[in-house]
């Protein structure tokens, strides 16, 4: 398993193909999609562009997942993320690669997202997205259709978090990342990053308590 | 890791123990129930289910009422994760969009008589780690190109990362060899030096060949 999409699989199956990076046959890249991160990055700090189409290729899926569980609608998702790699690329000469690419991106997009001023509460379009309630409950009808309402309460209840702690939860909820990881991504203390964890937890609970 | 774990959310660090529930670090802002205990370690106790029967959350309302909802918050939060939207348009939209952006550094003399030819930084740069790539077992990282001060001639100075199944040395003389070969057929640069620094590594997990781009193809 590559290292760089740990943390991300979602269970039993239920994901669309791994993001391996790897460019099409035939593309510039092609050959490319096996090296590591910092790698990539040097060669696109140069100005490499096949290299940063490798880095988007291999990235741009969790990066995307984050926004649309950060905004609740994909339009506005693929434009934060859009807008992070260019940003991204005109700010790779000066990256110094303290940090991971991936902690770098993670902050960046979490960053637009948490900047996305919103007149009115974010539009959820989650029929958008392919539906896994397939792989849910068993095949049973019944059961898949409640699964889904409740996963769309779920998203409703994240949209009613302060977005600083909704932030929180969804990187380590649904990316998996680490506490230090986190509070690298959002600027904060790793102190701060638990408490608003356990916030987010206990509100999305009572949320959900109506559900069984 | 930790989300394949039907325990589901529960990060491996939070297993509850009683001296870890005065670290102030855990679970900032986490309260102690009427009952005496502390609600993440009611959540840590719901999650490990039968492993662990205590037969105080059986019987206690405070503990019940804490952990209600959080069944269901696993369980629709494993949902919520494989929620992932194709980012196949946006990836190629950044990517054609970056293409659109070239950042070609500046511009170097190439090796020809009237010295009035000259070719960006990136692009020779680009073709040159092709060629390094091209040495099985290398992939080329960074690649700068030195103007000399005569004005044709340019120093390449390149770091790689290579596996470690060969001696270094004559891994070292192929990369050489293809640079300064790909300088003066494919571009058409005078070299003054080639500087090569190995600094990492390359896992060697997949095969890493040599990359096919010129003329193999369909």
Known sequence: MDVEHEGFSSPRGAEPPPFTGAARPGEPGAGLGDVADRILVARAAEGDDDAFAVLVHRHSGRLLALAFHMLGNVPDAEEAVQDAFLSAWRRLPQFRGDAAFRTWMYRIVTNRCLNVRRAQTPSLALDAVAEPAAHDAGGEPARAAESTAATAALAQALTHLRPGQRACWILRELHGLPYGEIAQVVGESEQTVRGRLFRARRTLMKEMASWR | ?218
């Open chain 2, 1 to 218: 890791m930790a989300l394949e774990d039907p325990r589901a959310t529960s990060p491996p660090d939070e297993v509850p123990t009683p001296h870890r529930d005065t670290d102030p670090a855990r679970l900032v802002g986490d309260e102690r129930l009427p009952c005496g205990r502390l609600v993440s370690h009611v959540w840590e106790q719901a999650r490990a289910g039968s492993h662990r029967p205590d037969p105080h959350t059986a019987d206690c309302t405070y503990c019940r009422q804490a952990t209600e909802g959080l069944t269901v918050l696993d369980a629709t939060t494993r949902t919520l994760r494989a929620q992932r939207p194709s980012a196949r348009t946006v990836a190629d939209r950044v990517v054609s969009a970056v293409r659109a952006e070239a950042r070609l550094g500046r511009m170097l003399p190439l090796d020809d008589p009237t010295q009035e030819l000259r070719i960006a930084e990136a692009t020779v740069a680009k073709a040159l780690r092709r060629a390094a790539d091209r040495v099985p077992g290398v992939r080329a990282a960074s690649c700068r190109l030195t103007p000399g001060e005569a004005g044709t001639h340019v120093t390449i100075t390149m770091t790689l990362a290579v596996t470690l199944d060969q001696p270094l040395p004559g891994r070292a003389t192929q990369v050489r060899r293809a640079v300064a070969d790909a300088s003066a057929r494919e571009i058409g640069l005078a070299v003054s030096g080639i500087d090569l620094h190995i600094e990492s590594e390359l896992e060697p997990l997949t095969s890493v060949g040599p990359t096919s781009r010129n003329g193999t193809g369909p």
